[in-house]
Nanobody, 127 residues
Framework: EVQLVQSGGGLVQAGGSLTLSCVAS????????IGWIRQAPEKAREGIAC????????YYKDSVKGRFTISSDNSRNMVYLQMNNVKPEDTAVYHC????????????????????WGQGTQVTVSS
């Protein structure tokens, strides 16, 4: 059974940093791409970062490019989202998820391809 368990999140001031973690189990780590997707109230969901362990490329939504970094520890099946210089508009529930399509679609305008999701974690950025 594919399972993604998240940790991290919370309240952070604008301009600060936060790291989200996600441990994956139930599948070979390089079978799927892994992405981060967020959902804010009354906003469309937004795929913000994606990578596949067998591919050196990483993909980001323009809104987070240069501020957020997706990375992994393959030996521990861990995926991280390092969030720097956060802004109030980053406030949302964040999920890690397997991605069954090319990462380009995950961070594209329709945020498609996300399959199995982690439980979600709230990130609140105060101004």
């Amino acid at each position: 059974e594919v399972q993604l368990v998240q940790s991290g999140g919370g309240l952070v001031q604008a301009g600060g940093s936060l790291t989200l973690s996600c441990v994956a189990s139930g599948f070979r780590f390089d079978d799927y791409a892994i992405g981060w997707i967020r959902q804010a109230p009354e906003k469309a969901r937004e795929g913000i970062a994606c990578f596949k362990s067998s591919n050196p490329n990483t993909y980001y939504k323009d809104s987070v490019k240069g501020r957020f970094t997706i990375s992994s520890d393959n030996s521990r099946n861990m995926v991280y989202l390092q969030m720097n210089n956060v802004k109030p508009e980053d406030t949302a529930v964040y999920h890690c998820a397997t991605v069954v399509l090319n990462c380009v679609y995950a961070v594209g305008p329709n945020a498609i391809g996300f399959a199995s999701w982690g439980q979600g974690t709230q990130v609140t950025v105060s101004s």
